[in-house]
């Protein structure tokens, strides 16, 4: 089984349009971190948000945001007003102890703003 | 903010060479940094950590003695390609922590892309 499952491979969203990408992760830590990360066409790995497991409250940054469910193990990403922009290879990622605080990535998912 | 500053960006070598992909933290000092391997369109893969004055710590299936890293300061590892053959070219990408296992901010460099000929 995958450590970070990100089932959806591509995606596509109008220009302005609100866009969600999922995560699912597995672990049997209570603590841990989660990250997004945006690849755009550079290369240049980015950080768009970052959540820590022992906080409820889901982590907002401008336009994203994220639904932190760790009961389902769920991560998903709430793209808001998408620009052409945020087309970029997007990652799910967490870290804890139990993969030696290490990053472990999912597979990515290609997110395509169109005008 | 801190930065993480990989060189060369771009690099082709011929195949049976030796080739160095430097990763710098410019702005504070990393005891850990990471090695990842990245295909077209696929996930970023560990290929090892590396450890400020000691070995690095290879993930499995990663050939120690093709891909040497050398931790030689708190601002510099270095990635170095040995008798590089054709199936190793890739982008490979570094990343440093400013706070080792506090899942604080973990900076990636820029990417080298690897073509061997």
């Known amino acids: 089984a995958q450590t970070v499952t990100q089932s959806q491979p591509e995606m596509s969203v109008q220009e302005a349009e609100t866009v969600t990408l999922s995560c699912t992760y597995d672990?049997?830590?209570?603590?841990?971190?989660l990250f997004w990360y945006k690849q755009p066409p550079s290369r240049q790995m980015i950080l768009v948000i970052r959540q820590e497991a022992y906080k409820q409250q889901n982590a907002t940054e401008n336009r994203f945001s994220v639904n932190f469910q760790k009961a389902a193990k769920s991560f998903s990403l709430k793209i808001s007003d998408s620009q052409l922009g945020d087309t970029a290879m997007y990652f799910c990622?967490?870290?804890?102890?139990?993969?030696?605080?290490?990053?472990?990535f999912g597979a990515g998912t290609i997110l395509r703003v169109k005008s | 903010g801190a930065v993480v500053s990989q060189h060369p960006s771009r690099v082709i070598c011929k195949s049976g060479t030796s080739v160095k992909i430097e990763c710098r933290s410019l702005?504070?000092?990393?005891?850990?940094m990471f090695w990842y391997r990245q295909f077209p369109k696929k996930s970023l893969m560990l290929m090892a950590t590396?450890?400020?004055?000691?070995?690095?710590?290879?993930e499995q299936g990663v050939e120690k003695d093709k891909f040497l890293i050398n931790h030689a300061s708190l601002t510099l590892s270095t990635l170095t390609v040995t008798s590089a053959h054709p199936e190793d070219s890739s982008f490979y990408i570094c990343?440093?922590?400013?706070?080792?296992?506090?899942?604080?901010?973990?900076?990636f460099g820029e990417g080298s892309w690897l073509t061997v000929v």
């Open positions: 990343s440093a922590e400013n706070q080792p296992h506090s899942g604080n901010t973990i900076y």
């Open positions: 590396s450890n400020e004055g000691s070995k690095a710590t290879y």
């Open positions: 672990t049997s830590e209570s603590n841990y971190y």
């Open positions: 990622a967490f870290m804890t102890t139990e993969y030696g605080n290490k990053l472990v």
């Open positions: 702005d504070f000092q990393a005891t850990t």
